[in-house]
Every structure is written in structure tokens, then in C-alpha cells.
């Protein structure tokens, strides 16, 4: 081990000391990092800094000996045969040097997990435009169930600016769904705290009380684009919050669960004469692109959902070309 001085990129602009050995070092402690600052060992161009210290591209970090950990193995990823590489390259909605848009299909995960060995973080290395370049990034997660739209970074640095627009509510998130029963009113914000129950796959979320210490603020808004009487509808929502399965939970709690929900709802998510599977899709996708301006994104309904507007009477209508502006 020896002292080495590595430079940092222009996609590690702005980043904070800590993070940045956080992904050049993951194993080094916070604890150990202000030990190593503090007594003078790791320096930015020439000078002490302390790890809130914000980086400049092209500056000179000095990195004393680290020894490596002993960290588990990661799980191993599937190997890309050619059968991979297509689905995931199929998928890809739209791509450039810092961004790639998915459009998941209903019933592959996003990431393993117990006895799940296929999922779209196993096939990202297909999408490198070259060997050396970084491995693509998650940016957010949907669920198994709901097909759509999935948002991945080319670079962390990347990865970072996107995840800081998400948590800034910069990013507007459509989804499209058709549910039992009819909300009233036609339109407005679902304000229903959540909480977690139980762990793995298994856990679910469920309506809380605001007085429970473990509920989390949960806000959607949601709104009837059409309608069959009172049986079924169709709804756009917008999660303002991030919980898991909050769209899912919200529309049960109106008394309107997602059709084909196998988790929430019920035996009244699945009524006779519906391909039963859950119809909620990630419909679009409104953000600050990280090189400037604003990048929209829709996806195509899935198979079971386009039969189930053609059985309804309900229009979809063309979906609207990626555009960068």
C-alpha cells in the first residue's frame, strides 16, 4: 500500500469529500475518514481539508494507504447472454451520454433479491456504450407488478444530480392506472399517512395514524380521466411522496383498489371477465435533465392493460415522442 493522488472528474463536480470517498473507498468509515483528515493525511491540492470540503474538477485528492476490507461477495449477476443483452436493449425508451429511460415490463424486477435471479439491475452492463465506461445506475425503483417507466444514470456523478431532483420534488411522475369502483370526487390529493408491517417480501404497507410514531408523511394526487359507469376507471396519479407501494395503498384506501392487485385490495381487485394482473403503469416522466433543460418521457401501456381500455371503451390516444427542451 502507498499514498496515491487521484484527480477528480468533471462528473464529480461539487461533490462533498465524505461522498466522494464514499465511491472511491466504500468501505471506509465516516469515523475513519475524519481521523485521516483531521491529521492532515488526506489533502486537496497541497491543503488540509475536512470532509464537508466541496471538490472542483481537475483538483488533486491525496489518498493515504487504506487497507482494503473483507467484504462479502456480491451476488453474482446473470451472465449476459445474447437473449439478455436484446430484452434489456429493448426496453430503452430513450439514451444519451447521461441518461437512460426504460420502459419495464409488468412482472420483472427491478433488482434480486431471495429467489429472484432475473431483474433489469443484473442486465445494465449490456447498456455501456464501451468496456471501460462506468456501470449504468438505478435512479429510482418500481415495483415488480407495474410496468413503465424506469430512469437510470450512465455515471454516479450523474446518479447523484438526478437522485438530489428527485428528493427536491423537480421530478413529476405520472402513473396510469384503472381501479374498482369510481373515486369521489373526481380528482384530488390522496393526504394518508403509511407504515410498514412486517420485513422482506412479505412486508406490506398499510393506512397508519398520523399519532403513530412510525407512520410516514405519504401524499398523492390522482384524478378520473374516464370512466364505466361506476364499475371501473381510469386514473392518472402522482406520488408527491416516495413510499413503497403508496399509490397501491392510497387507492385502496379511497375504496377503489387497482385492478388485479395481488397484494392490496382483496378479492374486490379482481373481478370476473379482467385479465388479472395489476394495471399500474409508469406513464410518464417530466424532469430537469442533468446537461440543462427539462426531459419528457411516456410509455406505451403494457398488453394487459391495452386489452382491458379496448374491453372498456377506454382512449389512450398516441404516445407522445421523447423531447428534450
Known amino acids: 500500500m502507498s499514498v496515491v493522488t487521484l484527480t ?14 464514499r465511491r472511491h473507498y466504500p468501505h471506509l468509515t465516516q469515523g475513519a475518514l475524519q481521523k485521516l483528515c483531521r491529521t492532515g493525511q488526506v489533502r486537496v491540492d497541497g491543503k488540509r481539508a ?40 429493448g426496453m ?15 412482472g ?15 442486465m445494465l452492463d449490456a447498456l455501456k456504450e464501451n468496456d471501460d465506461d462506468p456501470r449504468p445506475r438505478l435512479v429510482h425503483r418500481i415495483d415488480r407488478d407495474t410496468s413503465g417507466l424506469l430512469l437510470l444514470a450512465r455515471t454516479p456523478g450523474v446518479a447523484a444530480k438526478l437522485a438530489a ?34 420485513a422482506g417480501p412479505g412486508a406490506l404497507t398499510v393506512v397508519a395514524s398520523r399519532k403513530d ?21 381510469w386514473l392518472a396519479l402522482s406520488p408527491l411522496t416516495g413510499r ?3 399509490l397501491r395503498v392510497h387507492c385502496e384506501a379511497l375504496g377503489t383498489p387497482i ?33 440543462g433543460g427539462r426531459l419528457q418521457v411516456s410509455a406505451e401501456l403494457p398488453t394487459h392493460m391495452r386489452e382491458t381500455f379496448k374491453q372498456l371503451g377506454f382512449t389512450a390516444g398516441a404516445t407522445p415522442a421523447p423531447r428534450r427542451s
Open 213 to 233: 410514531e412510525d407512520a410516514a408523511h405519504a401524499l398523492s394526487e390522482y384524478e378520473v380521466l374516464d370512466a364505466a359507469g361506476r364499475r371501473l376507471s
Open 108 to 122: 420483472l424486477a427491478v433488482q434480486g433479491g431471495p429467489g429472484i435471479t432475473h431483474h433489469v439491475d443484473g
Open 259 to 291: 385492478l388485479g392487485d395481488p397484494k392490496y385490495g382483496g378479492d374486490k381487485a379482481h373481478p370476473e371477465g379482467f385479465v388479472d394482473r395489476l394495471h399500474l403503469h409508469a406513464r410518464s416522466l417530466d424532469l430537469p435533465h442533468p446537461a
Open 92 to 106: 430503452v425508451l430513450y439514451s444519451d451520454a447521461q441518461v437512460i429511460v426504460l420502459n419495464k415490463p409488468a
Open 165 to 198: 431532483s428527485f428528493r427536491g420534488r423537480d421530478v413529476r411522475k405520472t402513473y396510469w392506472a384503472v381501479v374498482v369502483g369510481r373515486p369521489t370526487p373526481a380528482s384530488g390529493v390522496i393526504d394518508q399517512p403509511l407504515a410498514r408491517l412486517g
Open 244 to 246: 413503497t407501494h403508496q
Open 50 to 89: 475536512d470532509t464537508a470540503t466541496r471538490l472542483v474538477p481537475g483538483q488533486a485528492v491525496r489518498v493515504p494507504p487504506i487497507p482494503a476490507a473483507a467484504r462479502p461477495a456480491p451476488p453474482p449477476r446473470p451472465v449476459l447472454d445474447d437473449r439478455l443483452v436484446r430484452e434489456i436493449r
Open 8 to 21: 477528480v472528474s468533471d462528473d464529480e463536480a461539487d461533490i462533498r469529500l465524505d461522498r466522494w470517498f
